[in-house]
């Protein structure tokens, strides 16, 4: 301390001591910890950041690629379909002028009905008309065609069948038929007929649980079947002058657009389909060829017939990956592309040979002794199998036993290597290369000689051999395949059916395929949901039904509009068109595979879901024929719903108008059948509930007054097997 100046006085070192609480410096250590623990988190921090950040960007460079996947996926299935589309445009041009010389190939009327009122009944009894014993019985048989035509009898008759327990379905859809054949020749009565049991029907929906809309929707009763005859006779000239060639035109297309691809021989699967059931899902590698096929004059005089074409060869397009009865029915199709199907040469009945050079032929055969085994498996033969190249000459002959192949039967213990390695395989159409090796040559006289190592089989004939050979397949368990190797379990090999492609890949060629076909379903379904299409005016039959399902509705106090809607769906589009859509077989003399027929169910699907009321909710468990329609059906239902009201203002058609189209109808038809015969299978029913019958007779006020059961009796008695007899 100093003191003035001068004066110093030393009190030593002082200290200042922290106000009461607060604690000294903080230590060095802690401010180092401090800072690197806090350099430590915004490490952290930043590298959350970071891969947060990359994350991100793979995200969207992956939601980018998948993105340009499916544009260039999309892309890919427009082209495609712009392709096929074209191609099919060309196809159906080319068919187009085939038509106008030939016409399309629609069954006359006898054969429609037949098809459509006696499915699967190739030679019915109504089709035969020499028949002695219903000669003995024919007195009795018009008597009972009298009884028929009186209305209380007949519908007495209708009732007491229905009202059997025993009556079963197929009975009742027989009898309707039988009505109808019997009826032909008086549509004015049978349309009286209709219309009551129709009302009588409506009555009792009315008056029981069921609802309304369930009405004319099954076959079970003899009314329903008996509408669905009525429009079929009716219809009949609609179809040949409107509706029946854009019905053609899509047979023609899915049958062209389905073969442009690989098809199952055995499972009918195809790469192109409408149908996912019957949809290829796997990868079939596969070549586009051309051959050309040219039919021996021996076919010719066998069948009768003339090609289309000139008897030379006719270029035909194939797949290698086809098998040898593909590669004839695409022949056939192509040269008699202008001849009913009925009228050409059965395939079964032909063989295909392949000619090489001057003077080698080989036949082919879908299975022989070089078809490769696999354990149990055994795959069919194909183009590629045999070798054939592109721009081949093949010959269809008439089936034969063909020496130069039984030596391959002869041989087949003694070589296991493949029979056509000696094949020379660089010819082409214009090539003069020597023929095929002796081994295969017919030239080769030696190659005739009996081989003497299989005596059971040295005088058998191929095609014997080839049968016995299938029995014996069966017998062993010996299972066929051709593309696709299906299997009773799921345990698959390797390889084997394991290619199976994404959903996303395979749904694509379903949809692809309604693309390329698009236009032609959407001509069909215009052209039935039209008032006035192609020239043609509405058919008469339509308007008339329609009107009598409004006053029905009218007379019944029904004012929901949905249920005279799902009446008339029910009436026509549902129990007419739709079975001409599934079976257009039953309206042309067409072949109709089973390919084409899973594609045509789903069209006729389609058709039935646009005349539907309700809404369908798709879900990812929607079946793929709806997903695939599902922009479709709304616009289809517009359509659907502008016909039904169309026709509804459309003027009444009066009684005198309509029963000049009866009579008229009448006239044309009168004498497609045997009456007698239907005639005589429907008193086998009256007969057969005879009791019952008698009772309802004896029992009913207006059949007392015309002593109706008194007239069934005599008919029972000029029936009797002894009384006609002389």
Known sequence: VIVGGNRRYPIGRLNYAQPNGQEGPIPKIVIIAVAIGGGLLLLVVVGILIAYRRKSTESSRVLKSMQEHMDMLELQ???????????LQTEMTDLTSDLTSGGIPFLDYRTYTMKIL???IEDHGILQWERPELTRKEKGLKFFGQLLMNKTFLLLFIRTLESNRYFYMKDRVNVAALIMVTLQGKMEYCTDILKTLLADLIEKCMDGKSHPKLLLRRTESVAEKMLSAWFTFLLYKFLRECAGEPLYFLFRAIKHQVEKGPVDHVTSEARYSLSEEKLIRQSIDYRHMTVFVSISSQTIYVSGLEASTDNTDTPVKVLDCDTITQVKEKALDTIYRSTPFSQRPRKEDLDLEWRTGTSGRLILYDEDTTSKME???K?????????VPDGAQLTLVPKQASMYNLSLISDRNEKSHHKYETLNLNFSKFSSSPPMSRATSPMNHHFYHPV?????HGSLQYNDYRHNEKIDNHECGVKCWHLVRHHDNDNRKEGERGNKMVSEIYLTRLLSTKMTLQKYIDDLFETIFSIANRGSALPLAIKYMFDFLDDQA???GITDCEVVHTWKSNSLPLRFWVNLIKNPNFVFDVNK?????ACLSVAAQTFMDSCSTSDHRLGKDSPSSKLLFAKDIPVYKEWVDRYYADIKAMPAISDQDMNAMLAEESRLHSLEFNTNCALFEL???AHKYSEQLNTALEEDEFSQKQRLAYRLDQVHLLMQPDANSP
Not at 77 to 86: G, L
């Open 77 to 87: 299935v427009a082209a495609e379909c712009k392709e096929a589309f074209a191609e």
């Open 118 to 120: 006696f499915p699967n």
């Open 375 to 377: 354990g149990e498996w």
């Open 379 to 387: 795959k069919l033969n194909t183009l590629v199998h045999y070798r």
């Open 452 to 456: 003497n190592t299989h005596p059971n």
């Open 554 to 556: 009218l007379h019944h």
């Open 593 to 597: 595979s089973n390919i084409v027929d």
């Open 683 to 685: 008193y086998s029913y």
